[in-house]
């Protein structure tokens, strides 16, 4: 869809993601810090599974939206007499979901009893982006020189996370780069709401002119402005994380101190009880 | 050979491997799990020099194809007064095939008593990956738009292999980038396939108009979609190796139990048993 | 600031920097091999952060000099009433420094309490300096040739420190890496001097033909004969190290001998005697 | 020096590093796998050395060769009132060698009383070669078809074996690399000397003609079989390597059967004796 919603929905679907995990992984670490090793494991592959769960949900969203909108081309892939194609572009947005569909597959096939090898997942994930992305650089070639330009600084987020969740299929849970891909899936959401905002501003309003040099030059600033963005808020989302979990600490020690008995229960502590808190008491 | 055939048969090799490679790693991945450290060593030993040598008659066949189809060079690189060379290529087909031929001696050599260091026989095979990538890159330059765009998608399945296999050559038996190495090479397989329908329809009927943009669009997306496909063949096989080794572990528990005297045996099971099931009995 | 100023500056903070670096890690890696593992390191940390709260400085004093001088933009970014951008290129060197105040800060914030994981420090800093290689490689397309050649040059140094440094988030305190790191960001400071001279003669004189194209060969030889003199500084800092170090062991080595008193003392020695010498005693 | 012997000095360095190395690293494997850490450590630091200085001689002898033949640049980089550049080629080969040069005395000084960190040599090596990529893809811009696509052939060997020498430096001793490196290097010998025949036939004789597109695709293919051939070399020598030290093992073996009393002396046995025998007997 080129237009405006076509940008804000799978944008809207990676910051949706980028949030969540700038929240996920910094508690999962610190908490991790705090008691080492305790059943908590088994709490995140169940947050994995719902993870690979909500990524076939929003695919399957944007494959929809993408083929049934209006002027969508209703799974015909030619037509007429002269077999010609029909909206290659919504076909090829609808290719983009389908890997990232296909990732989701994987995740909750890793946590099925099938037991596929740990690290199928992140390197299915790192498939998907860099699907998007090859298909995106084909994309926008023949375009005019905002519209490519915009669409091209996207191509340095997309390959920087999939060179990165590609090393996660070997380096597993390391907080360092699911926090490089964390910031990275935040800067491409927000920028996706910015392609939209320029190259179809919503409240309509005067169009962006296509061949200015200096549009070009903004733009570029403007992409690494919405980086330092997505850097500040996983940074306060961790500071966030940290409160939470020290607080959490020190109400289990007064407890522990206390009580002595609900000790068994304060093992299983901060993280833990933060998301899965209900499902056992 | 620039006709359908010519595409065809390394598409074939490519796929056979593929295909064998998507059965192969996930039995012994699973058959692994199941019982830790076997003999079954050595049975695999046998099967990479089995491997080996079917690249090499695999590569023999490719270039004696190659050099004696009816128009092909005949083992002369140039002829005439002024020297001028005769059907380059056919020369560069055999090269890539040649550069597989030698992946394939090493593969031999290194269960040879030579004892050629483990990793090599990886290195070979990306090195032959990596120089059929760069043949073709300067292979299709001044073509047509569609005929140098659909082989130059296939440059990707090809460095992203052979990046993959150069990583194998220190990451060895890593599962992760066996099943990666076997997609592409499925990919590869039916890519080659894709080409010889989009360029040399092979039951005759119109061709693809060379210059179509959207020709080109179709045919990056459908390169996504092979791969898709691709990643489906490789769940599914890893399905069926998942069954078939559930099935036989139980049938060796059976027999554990009722027998006891079966045990020596089924130390031995799972994969050893279907993959060299007749050799020592 | 397309001027001499503006060129001068970054290139000292570099070579601040860098020169620093090439004294600091070879002291540490020659005093860790002399006396292994004292409370040494908790020196370096207050090191890192100092670094950290000079990098924050720097990148201050760049970005108000970019803004406030006379032909700066004064914080604005459009103006008019057609809204035209005002003076891009000071803001794309302020986006520059703010990456490198970014990184300071995440310095700072490693060693705080919220105990930011280690390796993050680097990785925003490989991010500052990808941030500045592309940044620098939008900025100086459609410019003239011997611009655009000269500054593209600073590209190699630039996205080779930044692979690098990548790399240091992962394999920390390797003394390999570090040094590279180090010779990369001498190379950079000296360049930068070298752009200045070249597109801006400081004391007049006249400037260079632009579309002589062996003004590019030159520059790129010299760009070389910069990294060449970038690591013979290195290497001679690194033997300067070494024989402070030695002259260090053999001081303290003697008073051990002669009054056995002052061995608590010793144990800290060398490189903690020379950094934090006074803050104990 | 734009001639025949300017690229068969270069491609005789080459060479005869390559095909040294094809020996000496073979040897070394072998050897290390029957006798498991001798003092023969020691023996192959000194061949560091000795494979340092020869560095730093044949780096001397390529920068003299380039400053002082007679259409040489004769150390003057400026001349004439205009001060236009004086053979800016033959000044890029120098920069060229003295790279290698540099990377010969970084290999001294590691075995130094200075003990610069190891890795070190292998990283300044990686920047040599990095350092002759660059200044050889800068080099050939502007020249004829033929001209510039046979020495960016070499841009594929030059930038591969930087490549591997980097990884060298965290993965010391690591035979599949260093194989690769000799493989690669032998390729730049070979290729050096096949660039001087088709530019500048020695024989006089007509030269190639530079526009001929089939004459690329025959240049293209004969890049690979030169490597093809260096692989083989490689092969071959490893299989020289393997019989000499089964023949020392045997030797040495009857020996501690017959005498006993020389148990001590085989000790540092094989490649010892072959490198370095004769130094304290």
Not at 70 to 94: A, C, F, I
Not at 209 to 235: G, K, P, Q, R
């Given at each position: 869809?080129?237009?405006?919603?076509?940008?804000?929905?799978?944008?809207?679907?990676?910051?949706?993601?980028?949030?969540?995990?700038?929240?996920?992984?910094?508690?999962?670490?610190?908490?991790?810090?705090?008691?080492?090793?305790?059943?908590?494991s088994?709490?995140?592959?169940r947050?994995?599974?719902?993870?690979?769960?909500?990524?076939i949900?929003?695919?399957?969203?944007?494959?929809?939206?993408?083929?049934?909108?209006?002027?969508?081309?209703?799974?015909?892939?030619?037509?007429?007499?002269?077999?010609?194609?029909?909206?290659?572009?919504?076909?090829?947005?609808?290719?983009?979901?389908?890997?990232?569909?296909?990732?989701?597959?994987?995740?909750?096939?890793?946590?099925?009893?099938?037991?596929?090898p740990?690290?199928?997942?992140?390197?299915?994930?790192?498939?998907?982006?860099?699907?998007?992305?090859?298909?995106?650089?084909?994309?926008?070639?023949?375009r005019?020189?905002?519209?490519?330009?915009?669409?091209?600084?996207?191509?340095?987020?997309?390959?920087?996370?999939a060179?990165?969740?590609?090393?996660?299929?070997?380096?597993?849970?390391?907080?360092?780069?699911?926090?490089?891909?964390?910031?990275?899936?935040?800067?491409?959401?927000?920028?996706?709401?910015?392609?939209?905002?320029?190259?179809?501003?919503?409240?309509?309003?005067?169009?962006?002119?296509?061949?200015?040099?200096?549009?070009?030059?903004?733009?570029?600033?403007?992409?690494f402005?919405?980086?330092?963005?997505?850097?500040?808020?996983?940074?306060?989302?961790?500071?966030?994380?940290?409160?939470?979990?020290?607080?959490?600490?020190?109400?289990?020690?007064?407890?522990?101190?206390?009580?002595?008995?609900?000790?068994?229960?304060?093992?299983?502590?901060?993280?833990?009880?933060?998301?899965n808190?209900?499902?056992?008491?």
């Amino acid at each position: 869809m080129a237009n405006f919603k076509g940008h804000a929905l799978p944008g809207s679907f990676f910051l949706l993601f980028g949030l969540w995990w700038s929240v996920k992984y910094p508690l999962r670490y610190l908490s991790e810090k705090v008691n080492k090793k305790s059943h908590r494991s088994q709490c995140y592959q169940r947050l994995e599974v719902i993870e690979g769960v909500a990524k076939i949900i929003f695919a399957l969203i944007g494959m929809l939206a993408e083929q049934f909108v209006p002027d969508g081309p209703h799974l015909y892939l030619y037509s007429g007499k002269e077999r010609s194609w029909v909206k290659l572009m919504n076909w090829q947005h609808t290719t983009m979901y389908l890997f990232y569909g296909l990732s989701g597959v994987v995740d909750v096939l890793t946590y099925s009893p099938l037991k596929v090898p740990l690290g199928l997942d992140r390197l299915m994930l790192s498939i998907a982006v860099f699907a998007e992305g090859f298909l995106f650089y084909y994309h926008v070639l023949h375009r005019p020189m905002l519209d490519q330009h915009i669409h091209s600084l996207l191509l340095i987020a997309l390959f920087g996370a999939a060179f990165s969740i590609l090393v996660e299929a070997f380096l597993r849970d390391n907080i360092v780069l699911e926090l490089f891909r964390t910031s990275l899936t935040i800067l491409q959401g927000t920028w996706f709401w910015q392609i939209g905002f320029v190259l179809f501003p919503p409240w309509g309003g005067q169009a962006w002119v296509e061949d200015d040099h200096s549009n070009i030059m903004f733009v570029t600033m403007c992409f690494f402005w919405h980086y330092a963005v997505a850097i500040l808020i996983t940074i306060t989302n961790y500071t966030l994380a940290y409160c939470c979990i020290q607080r959490c600490k020190r109400n289990n020690g007064e407890i522990d101190i206390g009580l002595g008995i609900r000790k068994q229960k304060s093992d299983r502590s901060s993280l833990a009880t933060l998301l899965n808190g209900s499902d056992e008491e």
